[in-house]
C-alpha cells in the first residue's frame, strides 16, 4: 500500500460552499499551507492543506455532494494563540480556552462553514488521565 507523504489512511475530506474561502481559513485561520490545487475552470475540484502533520483536502460542494459540517480535534503548540488566529479568520467561540481535566489547553470554534474545531495544546506527556 503507497500514502502520500504527509498523509495517514483515514483524514478529512471537506465538501464547502466557498472552497476556496475555506482554503484561507484553514490556512490564516488555523496555520495550514496549501499545497495542491486541482481547478475545473473556476471551480476547486480538489485542494490539499497540510496543518502540522496532517493533510486534508477540500473540495466545492455540489448537488450531489453537498456541504458536510463536522467536528475536528486539532492540536496545536499554543491553544491561546491559535485561538485567537481562528476567531480573526472569522470563527465563533463555543468554547473558551482553559485546561481541561484530561491534560489539554482546549477551545471550542465553529468556522463560517459550521464546522467545529477543538483546538488543543496538549500539557500532558502520554495518554490521556
Not at 96 to 115: E, I, L, M
Amino acid at each position: 500500500m503507497f500514502i502520500p507523504p504527509g498523509y495517514s489512511t483515514v483524514f478529512p475530506y471537506f465538501l464547502v460552499a466557498d472552497a476556496d474561502g475555506f482554503c484561507r481559513f484553514l490556512v490564516d485561520g488555523l496555520g495550514g499551507e496549501e499545497i495542491d490545487r486541482t481547478l475545473d475552470g473556476e471551480r476547486i475540484v480538489n485542494a490539499q492543506v497540510r496543518i502540522g502533520t496532517g493533510t486534508v483536502m477540500v473540495s466545492e460542494a455540489s448537488d450531489a455532494l453537498p456541504p458536510m459540517p463536522a467536528s475536528y480535534y486539532l492540536y496545536v503548540a499554543d491553544a491561546d494563540g491559535a485561538h485567537g488566529r481562528a476567531l480573526s479568520a472569522g470563527a465563533v467561540k463555543i468554547m473558551p480556552v482553559a485546561d481541561r481535566p484530561y491534560g489539554d489547553r482546549q477551545s471550542g470554534v465553529r468556522d463560517p462553514w459550521g464546522n467545529i474545531w477543538w483546538i488543543s495544546q496538549r500539557l500532558a506527556e502520554g495518554p490521556y488521565r
